[in-house]
């Protein structure tokens, strides 16, 4: 996920890029959703049917675009330039939650 805050230009807009594959066969698509945060905001899907390259190609592009920083290697060392997107770290590990009568019987 990536976020875009400005509060003197009053901009607080987010992009998403996924790369997706078929379950089923061996398509992959590149699904990009962008807009203000809060907002449902505008999308757009690419097929690439078997190509992974051409999809990766256009993940990398946009990636790059969007940040200025490559994908590879983006969890250890990227680095938030002035008037590009943001990433943000999202922590997808499932919780565990205790009911009341389990942290009771504890």
Do not use: H, P
């Not at 230009?9 to 078929?22: A, S």
């Not at 920083?69 to 943001?86: A, P, R």
Request: positive net charge; hydrophobic residues 35%.
């Amino acid at each position: 996920m990536l976020n875009q805050t400005n509060i003197q230009n009053n901009n607080n807009k987010f992009y998403l890029i996924q790369l997706l594959e078929n379950k089923l066969g061996g398509d992959y698509c590149v699904w990009l959703r962008w807009g203000r945060v809060g907002m449902k905001g505008q999308s757009d899907l690419s097929r690439f049917n078997s190509n992974l390259d051409g999809a990766l190609k256009l993940f990398e592009r946009k990636f790059k675009d969007k940040t200025n920083n490559d994908f590879l290697g983006s969890q250890e060392s990227f680095v938030k330039i002035n008037g590009k997107y943001d990433l943000i770290k999202i922590d997808y590990k499932r919780k565990i939650i205790q009911t009341d009568e389990e942290i009771v019987k504890d």
